[in-house]
């Protein structure tokens, strides 16, 4: 997915069903290959973003004292939305 990401270079990604949020605490330790600004992640459960939150701040804490070269936005929300409306 990686590979994928960097050949597409997008400055935003949104990981529907983020869980524990594994892929945007990867994707938050992006270098100049992945130049990603905004993340964003939803999931039904309260706890796994609370999970994802707490480990997503972790690393882009580590990722400013390590003099990130740009601004990384990262949002996460906790609920569902309807699929299809009638």
Same mark, same amino acid.
Do not use: N, Y
């Given at each position: ?9 997008p400055k935003s990604v949104l990981d529907v069903g ?5 892929? !945007?605490?990867? @994707? ?5 290959? +992945?130049?990603?600004? #905004? $993340?964003? *992640? ?19 804490? !580590?990722?400013? @004292? ?5 601004? +990384?936005?990262?949002? #996460? $929300?906790? *609920? ?7």
């Amino acid at each position: 997915m990686l590979e994928t990401l960097r050949e597409m270079g997008p400055k935003s990604v949104l990981d529907v069903g983020c869980g524990e949020g594994s892929l !945007l605490e990867c @994707l938050a330790r992006c270098d100049d290959a +992945l130049p990603i600004e #905004l $993340l964003a *992640g939803i999931d039904i459960s309260f706890d796994t973003v609370e999970s994802a939150s707490e480990s997503i701040l972790t690393t882009a804490e !580590l990722q400013q @004292l390590d003099g990130r070269w740009r601004p +990384l936005e990262v949002t #996460l $929300l906790h *609920g569902t939305f309807p699929l299809s409306k009638f």
